[in-house]
């Protein structure tokens, strides 16, 4: 680049600097701080002592603004009209401008909105996974089982029979509802208007509510006809009510409980003349009818305001006593024998308020906010025999409610007695606190088997059945379930398929811990019940109806079959396979076999030959579902097999291979991805055979517009690239000109999924292919107006660049390279970190050949960094980082000069994340370059880097602490020993960061200055640290005195240290402690020479009355001892052991384990004969408190040196222990 | 009471290992078992040793060794007998 050039530059940057030097509110620190070197002139009302006094507080103008803007907000922000228009142009206001910018469908939705939202798990499930809710939980199940089934214990409940009865009747159901739909529209069948009264009595809001209502019934295991040519059981369902029921969640309908029976919701009448016949007279107008665990317990408020019989409620005790005098007045105790009636519902609904505003004709109700009824009461914070609730919702009160009705729990029987323990319990470990939690869950676990399965379960899983459930709770729930079934064991068979009903939708959750958590208890769950239950319970599921039952239970099957092994579920798989009866019965079978690889990864290859065999057949099924997913399924086990188990796949390569060229569309896609998975198994000449094969097939998809079919391809294409037998030259002849033809193109840049996909397979290619050849094709792309095919292109060189290197890379195509890669850098939008590696790796692969377009690139460079945009600024110093090395390596030290001026005068950046990026720019320029040539000169830097060291963000002191660390490691003599000081002041603040390196910097660095002006005065202000309170600090502080001493040898640093001893605080003395241990730690052998020095100190710390002195004091004795080991202080060490020995009877685990370490150090130093001599005596003292710590340490060298003890080993007077061996004497 | 607990879990995993170490509730028969063990495997696992004594002993070396190794089962005699 030229001078000129350069010139404008640092014009720009002065004007830049200048510009927001004058701007108030910067987010850092204050430039006057850092510009020093700015103004030359001394200023009158400045002190000019700075080292006395501090500079911070001369700014007399802080806080004033120093100019007024002319229009309000940023005027950074407004475009200068540079149009020739002499009139104004009118626009739209801000706020016009901004309304979609925020409120619902935007990503910006309100924080808190959101994440109230987002703790209900319904909220973020798709429609798909909302199906769970047409599930009911089915009739328990007999357990057939049973050890005393000939006792006929457990014939209540219904029978595999039955299940299979019913099921049947729904499918004939569907199958005659589908003829009939099918002759709807087909214009067959002509339905007349129906008349009034049949409009009043079926559903008046047509297919929705229809739908809603026929899912309500199908609790009783048939749905009811809405229709008048088909017969109605509506009398059926209420023998059967009893079990939970959900339903599509709709704003005007009850919400669903659980337990017990609900009277059907009361619909909204939508037509005002129509005779409200079908709607029960009593219920009228109440909006939530009466639930029966809530009869006697408190109405739940649909909304705050809108309920209005609230009026009409009794008055409370609180409120007679505002409203009447205190005196004159008493109050009467209620006559003998009279009972309030608890019970509203009882009272015939007498007050049917009018009902409230979802009815549509209560009108607006203020809420009121003083009214503590209508808020306090509804919901109490309290439970009896609970206590404190974390929370409790408007739902926790259908399930929970019987808990507050306040009735008397001596005349109860014991099942309810035992039923409201069980929901206490519940209550607890769903909204309880922590250790509420975790006590209750105890004891749930514990009693499982006296509580017995049913009252369990049947509390359980209707909570885990309810709508708002949210994570949190579901996890706690399902972990209750999971400790009770191990409890449990086989009797929870009946309750199998409830079980399943609410864990299966787990196996589909988005959350992967929910999977986890799903699979865990299907897994217990079957080794609990049994392989034979289990397969007796969900084969009725598997030629379900509705196909996510069958898509849940397949998914469950595969955890069963890995909880119990594939072996024994094999025989069943083969027959559901091929069962004659259903085609969902085949599909479901061949996606169980699919589900189980995916779940079970390489654990399936000893039984591959089996799965593949059992689902072999079905290839060739009638059905294209079922022959797709069997596809599905082969390449699914194929995956999972990688790279072996070819030969378990041979019986069906041959129908595989005619499939593929029979199937179109979606068919076709299964299959090209079984053989695309099939194909890397084979050996050479069969892949490269088979590859050719498939090819023609793959080539005349490429311009498939399935979005499913384009995926396949790809990952089909990258699998065959990547097999041995496929050749490049095969590849550039035959696949190359037509992949790059369909799959390069603008429009595959804008899906994200498509975009990885084809980054992938490009790179996949390009191993086979080479580096030239890729970039060749794709370089033009570089230019590209969109933005997204660029960094997909981006993407695709760096991946490409990095595994293969830059070396078949011509030089025509090189120039274009740069040239693209430099456009595209230019010209982007927004600062990807992808842009950044592409052009980091291009560079440093091209290495020395980069050196032409260096002055280029720099340039780009240091217009960026003047660019308005922080982040902008930041790439650009990120990237001075990634190619200073290849600069250096071209040569260009004088561009790297300019470049380090540059940066050196952006370090009034006001951005964090961008100074960090500087400083680490400064850094890597000042590795490569050497402190000596470093532009600035180093004497100029390190100055204008000490206040920065002030900064607190993270990214801006590592980035600190390195550069100055480097600068004290080699070059300390271009800094005067003031400089550096005030370096080590800074430097102690820095010991209290909270990320480990910086501490480990700040230490190490604490090191090369001390070096470099010698340790006295760095001791002294580090000794001085000792003094402070944060504990940390004071760690930190003793870390860097080892570190000194290390340094600058211990003699320099242990007087001093060992003078500071003597100041008579607690604190001092310890740090002291502390800094002698990392001194020895460090030192090592180095210690001998000052043993003797250091062990009257330590004799003095050993037999202080403080424990954590004497428990620091041990630590350095360990440290000695480790270090002298075999070098003759063995007395000394002898000594240190008689005065810590009688600290053996300590009992805080933390001063026990140092002095057990500092005995073990000195059993390494003296041998363990001597010190073994000090355990004998105990090990067999009459007194436990006595014996345990002394077998902890004959345990410690027992295990240490076994063997080395051996001769040691005391002479028991017993004539058994004689060891005559030892004795001889040749 | 977890500390305990993961102390008892800690001392019984060392036990596992090492068949030597002990604990509070070792009686000296086990004890002195298990010296009598290790000295004869020390005496056994250091060939020179082994050689010096079965010289001293007069006797051939395999055969001091397989005496030592048979000596190893029951090294102090029969366990006391227990007293309920």
Same mark, same amino acid.
């Given at each position: 680049?030229?001078?000129?050039?350069?010139?404008?530059?640092?014009?720009?940057?002065?004007?830049?600097?200048?510009?927001?030097?004058?701007?108030?509110?910067?987010?850092?620190?204050?430039?006057?701080?850092?510009?020093?070197?700015?103004?030359? &002139?001394?200023?009158?009302?400045?002190?000019?002592?700075?080292?006395?006094?501090?500079?911070?507080?001369?700014?007399?103008?802080?806080?004033?603004?120093?100019?007024?803007?002319?229009?309000?907000?940023?005027?950074?922000?407004?475009?200068?009209?540079?149009?020739?228009?002499?009139?104004?142009?009118?626009?739209?206001?801000?706020?016009?401008?901004?309304?979609?910018?925020?409120?619902?469908?935007?990503?910006?939705?309100?924080?808190?909105?959101?994440?109230?939202?987002?703790?209900?798990?319904?909220?973020?499930?798709?429609?798909?996974?909302?199906?769970?809710?047409?599930?009911?939980?089915?009739?328990?199940?007999?357990?057939?089982?049973?050890?005393?089934?000939?006792?006929?214990?457990?014939?209540?409940?219904?029978?595999?029979?039955?299940?299979?009865?019913?099921?049947?009747?729904?499918?004939?159901?569907?199958?005659?509802?589908?003829?009939?739909?099918?002759?709807?529209?087909?214009?067959?069948?002509?339905?007349?208007?129906?008349?009034?009264?049949?409009?009043?009595?079926?559903?008046?809001?047509?297919?929705?509510?229809?739908?809603?209502?026929?899912?309500?019934?199908?609790?009783?295991?048939?749905?009811?006809?809405?229709?008048?040519?088909?017969?109605?059981?509506?009398?059926?369902?209420?023998?059967?009510?009893?079990?939970?029921?959900?339903?599509?969640?709709?704003?005007?309908?009850?919400?669903?409980?659980?337990?017990?029976?609900?009277?059907?919701?009361?619909?909204?009448?939508?037509?005002?003349?129509?005779?409200?016949?079908?709607?029960?007279?009593?219920?009228?107008?109440?909006?939530?009818?009466?639930?029966?665990?809530?009869?006697?317990?408190?109405?739940?408020?649909?909304?705050?305001?809108?309920?209005?019989?609230?009026?009409?409620?009794?008055?409370?005790?609180?409120?007679?006593?505002?409203?009447?005098?205190?005196?004159?007045?008493?109050?009467?105790?209620?006559?003998?024998?009279?009972?309030?009636?608890?019970?509203?519902?009882? &009272?015939?609904?007498?007050?049917?308020?009018?009902?409230?505003?979802?009815?549509?004709?209560?009108?607006?109700?203020?809420?009121?906010?003083?009214?503590?009824?209508?808020?306090?009461?509804?919901?109490?914070?309290?439970?009896?025999?609970?206590?404190?609730?974390?929370?409790? &919702?408007?739902?926790?009160?259908?399930?929970?409610?019987?808990?507050?009705?306040?009735?008397?729990?001596?005349?109860?029987?014991?099942?309810?007695?035992?039923?409201?323990?069980?929901?206490?319990?519940?209550?607890?470990?769903?909204?309880?606190?922590?250790?509420?939690?975790?006590?209750?869950?105890?004891?749930?676990?514990?009693?499982?088997?006296?509580?017995?399965?049913?009252?369990?379960?049947?509390?359980?899983?209707?909570? =885990?059945?309810?709508?708002?459930?949210?994570?949190?709770?579901?996890?706690?729930?399902?972990?209750?379930?999971?400790?009770?079934?191990?409890?449990?064991?086989?009797?929870?068979?009946?309750?199998?398929?409830?079980? =399943?009903?609410?864990?299966?939708?787990?196996?589909?959750?988005?959350?992967?811990?929910?999977?986890?958590?799903?699979?865990?208890?299907?897994?217990?769950?079957?080794?609990?019940?049994?392989?034979?239950?289990?397969?007796?319970?969900?084969?009725?599921?598997?030629?379900?109806?509705?196909?996510?039952?069958?898509?849940?239970?397949?998914?469950?099957?595969?955890?069963?079959?890995?909880?119990?092994?594939?072996?024994?579920?094999?025989?069943?798989?083969?027959?559901?396979?091929?069962?004659?009866?259903?085609?969902?019965?085949?599909?479901?079978?061949?996606?169980?076999?699919?589900?189980?690889?995916?779940?079970?990864?390489?654990?399936?290859?000893?039984?591959? &030959?089996?799965?593949?065999?059992?689902?072999?057949?079905?290839?060739?099924?009638?059905?294209?579902?079922?022959?797709?997913?069997?596809?599905?399924?082969?390449?699914?086990?194929?995956?999972?097999?990688?790279?072996?188990?070819?030969?378990?796949?041979?019986?069906?390569?041959?129908?595989?291979?005619?499939?593929?060229?029979?199937?179109?569309?979606?068919?076709?896609?299964?299959?090209?991805?079984?053989?695309?998975?099939?194909?890397?198994?084979?050996?050479?000449?069969?892949?490269?055979?088979?590859?050719?094969?498939?090819?023609?097939?793959?080539?005349?998809?490429?311009?498939?517009?399935?979005?499913?079919?384009?995926?396949?391809?790809?990952?089909?294409?990258?699998?065959?690239?990547?097999?041995?037998?496929?050749?490049?030259?095969?590849?550039?002849?035959?696949?190359?000109?037509?992949?790059?033809?369909?799959?390069?193109?603008?429009?595959?840049?804008?899906?994200?999924?498509?975009?990885?996909?084809?980054?992938?397979?490009?790179?996949?290619?390009?191993?086979?292919?080479?580096?030239?050849?890729?970039?060749?094709?794709?370089?033009?792309?570089?230019?590209?107006?969109?933005?997204?095919?660029?960094?997909?292109?981006?993407?695709?060189?760096?991946?490409?660049?990095?595994?293969?290197?830059?070396?078949?890379?011509?030089?025509?195509?090189?120039?274009?390279?740069?040239?693209?890669?430099?456009?595209?850098?230019?010209?982007?939008?927004?600062?990807?970190?992808?842009?950044?590696?592409?052009?980091?790796?291009?560079?440093?692969?091209?290495?020395?050949?980069?050196?032409?377009?260096?002055?280029?690139?720099?340039?780009?460079?240091?217009?960026?960094?003047?660019?308005?945009?922080?982040?902008?600024?930041?790439?650009?110093?990120?990237?001075?980082?990634?190619?200073?090395?290849?600069?250096?390596?071209?040569?260009?030290?004088?561009?790297?000069?300019?470049?380090?001026?540059?940066?050196?005068?952006?370090?009034?950046?006001?951005?964090?994340?961008?100074?960090?990026?500087?400083?680490?720019?400064?850094?890597?320029?000042?590795?490569?370059?050497?402190?000596?040539?470093?532009?600035?000169?180093?004497?100029?830097?390190?100055?204008?880097?000490?206040?920065?060291?002030?900064?607190?963000?993270?990214?801006?002191?590592?980035?600190?602490?390195?550069?100055?660390?480097?600068?004290?490691?080699?070059?300390?003599?271009?800094?005067?020993?003031?400089?550096?000081?005030?370096?080590?002041?800074?430097?102690?603040?820095?010991?209290?960061?909270?990320?480990?390196?910086?501490?480990?910097?700040?230490?190490?660095?604490?090191?090369?200055?001390?070096?470099?002006?010698?340790?006295?005065?760095?001791?002294?202000?580090?000794?001085?640290?000792?003094?402070?309170?944060?504990?940390?600090?004071?760690?930190?502080?003793?870390?860097?005195?080892?570190?000194?001493?290390?340094?600058?040898?211990?003699?320099?640093?242990?007087?001093?240290?060992?003078?500071?001893?003597?100041?008579?605080?607690?604190?001092?003395?310890?740090?002291?402690?502390?800094?002698?241990?990392?001194?020895?730690?460090?030192?090592?052998?180095?210690?001998?020479?000052?043993?003797?020095?250091?062990?009257?100190?330590?004799?003095?710390?050993?037999?202080?009355?403080?424990?954590?002195?004497?428990?620091?004091?041990?630590?350095?004795?360990?440290?000695?001892?480790?270090?002298?080991?075999?070098?003759?202080?063995?007395?000394?060490?002898?000594? =240190?052991?008689?005065?810590?020995?009688?600290?053996?009877?300590?009992?805080?685990?933390?001063?026990?384990?140092?002095?057990?370490?500092?005995?073990?150090?000195?059993?390494?130093?003296?041998?363990?004969?001597?010190?073994?001599?000090?355990?004998?005596?105990?090990?067999?003292?009459?007194?436990?408190?006595?014996?345990?710590?002394?077998?902890?340490?004959?345990?410690?060298?027992?295990?240490?040196?076994?063997?080395?003890?051996?001769?040691?080993?005391?002479?028991?007077?017993?004539?058994?222990?004689?060891?005559?061996?030892?004795?001889?004497?040749? | 009471?977890?500390?305990?607990?993961?102390?008892?879990?800690?001392?019984?995993?060392?036990?596992?290992?090492?068949?030597?170490?002990?604990?509070?509730?070792?009686?000296?028969?086990?004890?002195?078992?298990?010296?009598?063990?290790?000295?004869?495997?020390?005496?056994?696992?250091?060939?020179?040793?082994?050689?010096?004594?079965?010289?001293?002993?007069?006797?051939?070396?395999?055969?001091?060794?397989?005496?030592?190794?048979?000596?190893?089962?029951?090294?102090?005699?029969?366990?006391?007998?227990?007293?309920?």
């Amino acid at each position: 680049m030229s001078d000129a050039d350069f010139d404008t530059i640092r014009k720009l940057q002065a004007e830049r600097n200048a510009a927001s030097a004058g701007k108030k509110g910067s987010k850092t620190f204050d430039p006057s701080q850092q510009r020093t070197d700015v103004s030359t &002139k001394a200023s009158l009302t400045e002190s000019f002592d700075t080292t006395l006094y501090e500079r911070e507080s001369s700014d007399k103008f802080a806080g004033y603004n120093t100019s007024i803007a002319v229009a309000d907000g940023d005027d950074d922000e407004e475009e200068e009209d540079t149009s020739r228009r002499l009139v104004g142009q009118y626009t739209a206001s801000r706020e016009q401008m901004n309304e979609f910018s925020h409120g619902n469908g935007v990503e910006e939705e309100d924080i808190l909105l959101g994440r109230e939202k987002s703790a209900r798990i319904s909220d973020r499930e798709t429609d798909y996974q909302k199906r769970r809710h047409d599930r009911v939980l089915t009739p328990t199940r007999v357990d057939p089982f049973a050890a005393n089934r000939q006792d006929g214990a457990a014939e209540d409940g219904e029978s595999y029979r039955d299940v299979m009865a019913r099921r049947e009747l729904e499918r004939e159901e569907e199958r005659v509802r589908k003829a009939i739909e099918e002759k709807t529209a087909n214009g067959e069948v002509v339905h007349h208007k129906a008349n009034l009264a049949d409009e009043g009595s079926a559903s008046p809001n047509g297919e929705e509510s229809k739908e809603s209502e026929s899912k309500e019934v199908a609790t009783a295991g048939r749905k009811r006809k809405q229709r008048w040519d088909v017969g109605t059981e509506s009398d059926k369902p209420t023998t059967e009510a009893s079990e939970a029921k959900t339903k599509r969640s709709r704003w005007d309908q009850t919400p669903a409980i659980g337990g017990v029976a609900v009277d059907e919701t009361p619909r909204r009448r939508s037509r005002w003349d129509q005779a409200p016949a079908a709607t029960p007279m009593g219920n009228q107008g109440l909006v939530t009818p009466m639930h029966p665990s809530q009869m006697g317990g408190p109405i739940m408020p649909t909304a705050f305001g809108t309920d209005i019989s609230m009026r009409n409620a009794p008055l409370s005790d609180e409120e007679l006593d505002m409203m009447l005098p205190t005196e004159g007045y008493k109050i009467l105790d209620p006559p003998p024998g009279y009972a309030p009636i608890r019970a509203i519902a009882q &009272k015939m609904m007498a007050t049917p308020a009018p009902a409230g505003g979802a009815s549509g004709f209560g009108g607006f109700m203020m809420q009121d906010p003083e009214s503590g009824r209508a808020l306090g009461k509804q919901l109490p914070t309290e439970i009896p025999g609970v206590g404190d609730l974390q929370f409790f &919702k408007a739902e926790d009160m259908a399930y929970f409610g019987k808990l507050t009705d306040g009735s008397d729990e001596n005349s109860m029987s014991v099942e309810e007695l035992k039923e409201r323990k069980i929901m206490r319990l519940l209550l607890k470990v769903k909204n309880g606190t922590p250790p509420m939690r975790k006590t209750a869950l105890r004891q749930l676990t514990d009693n499982a088997r006296q509580f017995g399965a049913s009252p369990l379960f049947n509390q359980i899983l209707p909570l =885990l059945m309810e709508k708002t459930l949210e994570d949190q709770e579901r996890h706690l729930l399902v972990k209750v379930i999971d400790r009770v079934l191990y409890k449990l064991d086989e009797l929870v068979r009946p309750y199998v398929h409830k079980i =399943l009903v609410v864990i299966e939708p787990l196996l589909i959750d988005q959350d992967y811990y929910a999977r986890v958590e799903g699979r865990e208890i299907i897994s217990n769950l079957s080794k609990a019940a049994g392989l034979a239950h289990m397969i007796s319970t969900m084969r009725p599921d598997i030629d379900h109806v509705d196909e996510y039952v069958r898509n849940t239970t397949a998914r469950a099957f595969a955890v069963v079959a890995s909880a119990l092994g594939i072996p024994a579920l094999l025989p069943f798989l083969r027959a559901v396979c091929r069962s004659k009866k259903s085609w969902q019965a085949r599909h479901t079978g061949v996606k169980i076999v699919q589900q189980i690889p995916i779940l079970m990864g390489c654990a399936v290859l000893p039984h591959l &030959k089996g799965l593949v065999d059992c689902i072999g057949g079905n290839l060739n099924d009638d059905q294209t579902k079922v022959r797709t997913v069997t596809s599905l399924a082969i390449a699914a086990l194929a995956e999972a097999a990688n790279p072996y188990g070819i030969e378990s796949f041979d019986e069906i390569l041959n129908p595989l291979w005619s499939g593929a060229r029979k199937q179109r569309g979606k068919g076709l896609a299964g299959f090209l991805k079984a053989v695309g998975y099939i194909i890397p198994l084979m050996d050479e000449e069969y892949a490269n055979y088979y590859t050719s094969q498939i090819m023609e097939i793959l080539l005349r998809e490429f311009s498939s517009p399935d979005e499913e079919m384009k995926k396949v391809v790809l990952k089909v294409v990258s699998q065959c690239a990547g097999t041995d037998g496929v050749t490049a030259g095969y590849l550039k002849e035959h696949v190359l000109d037509e992949f790059f033809k369909s799959f390069w193109v603008r429009r595959m840049a804008l899906d994200k999924r498509n975009y990885r996909q084809v980054v992938e397979t490009t790179v996949d290619i390009g191993q086979k292919v080479g580096v030239g050849e890729i970039v060749e094709r794709i370089v033009n792309n570089l230019k590209d107006e969109s933005e997204a095919y660029r960094k997909m292109t981006v993407e695709t060189v760096e991946k490409v660049i990095a595994s293969l290197g830059a070396a078949s890379i011509s030089e025509r195509l090189e120039t274009r390279l740069i040239d693209g890669i430099l456009h595209s850098f230019q010209e982007q939008s927004v600062e990807e970190i992808v842009m950044l590696n592409g052009f980091g790796t291009v560079v440093n692969a091209l290495g020395t050949r980069c050196k032409d377009y260096l002055p280029q690139i720099v340039s780009t460079i240091l217009w960026r960094l003047n660019n308005k945009s922080a982040t902008v600024r930041q790439q650009a110093a990120d990237l001075i980082s990634r190619i200073a090395m290849v600069m250096k390596q071209c040569g260009e030290d004088a561009l790297m000069g300019k470049l380090g001026i540059v940066l050196y005068e952006y370090l009034g950046e006001e951005y964090p994340e961008v100074l960090g990026s500087i400083l680490g720019a400064l850094r890597s320029i000042v590795t490569v370059v050497g402190i000596s040539q470093m532009q600035p000169p180093i004497k100029d830097l390190l100055p204008r880097l000490t206040p920065i060291l002030r900064n607190r963000h993270e990214k801006v002191q590592e980035n600190t602490i390195d550069l100055v660390g480097r600068i004290a490691d080699r070059g300390p003599e271009s800094v005067n020993a003031r400089e550096w000081m005030r370096i080590c002041f800074e430097l102690l603040d820095m010991l209290k960061a909270h990320k480990k390196g910086i501490r480990r910097a700040a230490n190490n660095t604490f090191g090369f200055i001390a070096k470099a002006i010698g340790p006295q005065d760095v001791l002294a202000t580090l000794l001085n640290n000792l003094r402070v309170q944060e504990r940390q600090s004071r760690v930190c502080t003793a870390v860097a005195i080892g570190i000194v001493a290390e340094t600058c040898a211990p003699f320099t640093v242990l007087p001093a240290l060992m003078n500071e001893y003597r100041v008579p605080e607690l604190n001092v003395q310890n740090g002291v402690l502390k800094s002698l241990s990392f001194l020895f730690e460090y030192i090592g052998e180095m210690a001998k020479d000052y043993v003797y020095a250091v062990t009257p100190l330590l004799e003095d710390a050993l037999i202080d009355r403080d424990q954590v002195h004497r428990q620091t004091a041990a630590s350095v004795v360990k440290h000695v001892a480790l270090g002298v080991v075999g070098l003759g202080c063995e007395d000394a060490m002898l000594h =240190l052991l008689n005065l810590l020995y009688p600290n053996l009877f300590e009992t805080s685990p933390h001063v026990i384990d140092r002095i057990i370490e500092a005995i073990d150090a000195i059993r390494m130093a003296v041998g363990p004969g001597l010190t073994m001599n000090y355990v004998w005596a105990g090990l067999f003292h009459p007194a436990r408190k006595v014996r345990q710590p002394y077998w902890r340490l004959y345990n410690d060298c027992y295990v240490q040196s076994a063997d080395a003890i051996v001769p040691y080993y005391p002479n028991l007077d017993d004539e058994k222990m004689d060891r005559p061996e030892l004795a001889i004497v040749i | 009471m977890a500390d305990k607990l993961r102390a008892q879990q800690q001392l019984e995993q060392l036990q596992a290992r090492y068949v030597g170490t002990g604990h509070a509730d070792t009686t000296k028969f086990e004890w002195s078992s298990n010296i009598q063990r290790d000295s004869y495997a020390s005496y056994v696992g250091h060939p020179p040793l082994l050689s010096y004594m079965a010289i001293g002993m007069g006797e051939c070396r395999e055969k001091v060794r397989g005496q030592m190794i048979e000596k190893m089962v029951q090294p102090v005699g029969k366990p006391p007998e227990v007293q309920d």
